[in-house]
């Protein structure tokens, strides 16, 4: 067992990398330090002054520099005999679509592979919050923003989305089918008729998904695992197709026209696995267990064998030589 006899505490971000780290490891070492204790190093919301924010803990934050630099780091710290103390954060991750985790929980819901890695309480005593995560992330109240046009539906590579000022939330699969029935392409081109008549079917399929909060384990996989396929074949169909990609395209700009369009986007809205929520009033009616009373941390359920492992990936792999030992942040906050 290693025991540090002097740590020198090092913030990791955008300004302060693996390779800054590394060149004041001699003068560290002539100092008296015997170990580096360093901030969160893996991938944290994008421009994380701190790491706290995780986003990913199965990398490292690509802000600090590459896997190469990183090891660079550790091989020099081993040339003085000196070791690396990693701070993690096992109790909470960042509650944004930058965490591929939580975009496909608020994409699935409860069918989500994901849903049991984060302390939710899908039946909230809220009649209108069953089955829906809440989102307390708007800036008024939710029929003024509608008014104010601070919603827009797009179509990007991933699929359709909904965009709320620098939030980008992703859509239910089966509330494409609202989108894309209001009108299709009109074409006498033998190809784009097949490829009208695809589309056609995937929204038949579409709307016959069941909801997000339906389903046991077994139902729960085998709807997750339909929504991906469909969700594929809506993705290459447009792809191939220009003249059903412009079709989307002008179905979106129905939901995004002016004030006509708002009852189609709060019909869209209120599809979604979440509830979005003036940030005041969430502070009365939260369903997820946040870090102290940050909205934009989510709980972790670490305590799940399964959870655990899949958080801990890394770390462990890193324990195998390249760090020598770890802070764990706020333990109060463990189950």
Same mark, same amino acid.
């Given at each position: 067992?290693?025991?540090?006899?002097?740590?020198?505490?090092?913030?990791?971000?955008?300004?302060?990398?693996?390779?800054?780290?590394?060149?004041?490891?001699?003068?560290?070492?002539?100092?008296?330090?015997?170990?580096?204790?360093?901030?969160?190093?893996?991938?944290?919301?994008?421009?994380?002054?701190?790491?706290?924010?995780?986003?990913?803990?199965?990398?490292?934050?690509?802000?600090?520099?590459?896997?190469?630099?990183?090891?660079?780091?550790?091989?020099?710290?081993?040339?003085?005999?000196?070791? %690396?103390? /990693? #701070? $993690?954060?096992?109790?909470?991750? =960042?509650? &944004?679509?930058?965490?591929?985790?939580? !975009? +496909?929980?608020?994409?699935?819901?409860?069918?989500?592979?994901?849903?049991?890695?984060?302390?939710?309480?899908?039946?909230?005593?809220?009649?209108?919050?069953?089955?829906?995560?809440?989102?307390?992330?708007?800036?008024?109240?939710?029929?003024?923003?509608?008014?104010?046009?601070?919603?827009?539906?797009?179509?990007?590579?991933?699929?359709?989305?909904?965009?709320?000022?620098?939030?980008? %939330?992703? /859509? #239910? $699969?089966?509330?494409?089918?609202? =989108?894309? &029935?209001?009108?299709?392409?009109?074409? !006498? +081109?033998?190809?784009?008729?097949?490829?009208?008549?695809?589309?056609?079917?995937?929204?038949?399929?579409?709307?016959?998904?069941?909801?997000?909060?339906?389903?046991?384990?077994?139902?729960?996989?085998?709807?997750?695992?339909?929504?991906?396929?469909?969700?594929?074949?809506?993705?290459?169909?447009?792809?191939?197709?220009?003249?059903?990609?412009?079709?989307?395209?002008?179905?979106?700009? %129905?939901?995004?026209?002016?004030?006509?369009?708002?009852?189609?986007?709060?019909?869209?809205?209120?599809?979604?696995?979440?509830?979005?929520?003036?940030?005041?009033?969430?502070?009365?009616?939260?369903?997820?267990?946040?870090?102290?009373?940050?909205?934009?941390?989510?709980?972790?359920?670490?305590?799940?064998?399964?959870?655990?492992?899949?958080?801990?990936?890394?770390?462990?792999?890193?324990?195998?030589?390249?760090?020598?030992?770890?802070?764990?942040?706020?333990?109060?906050?463990?189950?």
């Amino acid at each position: 067992m290693r025991i540090p006899t002097a740590t020198y505490r090092l913030q990791f971000n955008k300004e302060f990398g693996f390779e800054d780290a590394r060149a004041i490891v001699p003068y560290l070492h002539d100092m008296g330090i015997s170990d580096i204790y360093a901030s969160p190093l893996l991938r944290a919301r994008e421009g994380s002054s701190h790491g706290y924010d995780v986003a990913d803990p199965t990398k490292l934050n690509p802000d600090l520099g590459s896997e190469e630099e990183f090891e660079l780091l550790t091989e020099t710290l081993n040339s003085k005999n000196m070791g %690396l103390l /990693l #701070d $993690i954060v096992p109790n909470h991750m =960042v509650a &944004s679509p930058e965490n591929p985790w939580w !975009k +496909d929980l608020l994409e699935n819901g409860e069918l989500s592979p994901y849903a049991k890695y984060f302390d939710i309480d899908w039946h909230h005593a809220e009649g209108d919050m069953q089955g829906k995560m809440q989102l307390p992330i708007i800036g008024t109240e939710f029929d003024q923003a509608i008014d104010n046009g601070e919603f827009a539906l797009m179509l990007e590579e991933t699929g359709l989305s909904l965009r709320y000022h620098d939030y980008t %939330l992703p /859509l #239910d $699969i089966k509330s494409y089918a609202t =989108v894309l &029935s209001l009108r299709s392409a009109d074409s !006498k +081109d033998p190809p784009q008729i097949r490829a009208s008549q695809q589309l056609r079917r995937l929204v038949e399929s579409m709307a016959g998904l069941p909801d997000t909060n339906q389903g046991d384990t077994t139902s729960t996989t085998k709807g997750y695992q339909t929504r991906q396929v469909i969700k594929k074949r809506f993705l290459h169909l447009i792809e191939a197709s220009t003249n059903l990609r412009n079709s989307v395209i002008d179905n979106i700009r %129905l939901f995004n026209r002016n004030r006509v369009s708002n009852d189609l986007l709060k019909r869209l809205i209120d599809q979604q696995a979440y509830k979005l929520e003036y940030w005041k009033n969430g502070i009365r009616q939260f369903n997820y267990r946040r870090f102290f009373n940050i909205t934009e941390l989510v709980g972790i359920r670490v305590e799940d064998p399964q959870v655990f492992e899949d958080t801990h990936t890394l770390i462990l792999e890193l324990a195998g030589g390249r760090i020598t030992g770890l802070r764990i942040d706020h333990i109060d906050g463990l189950h």
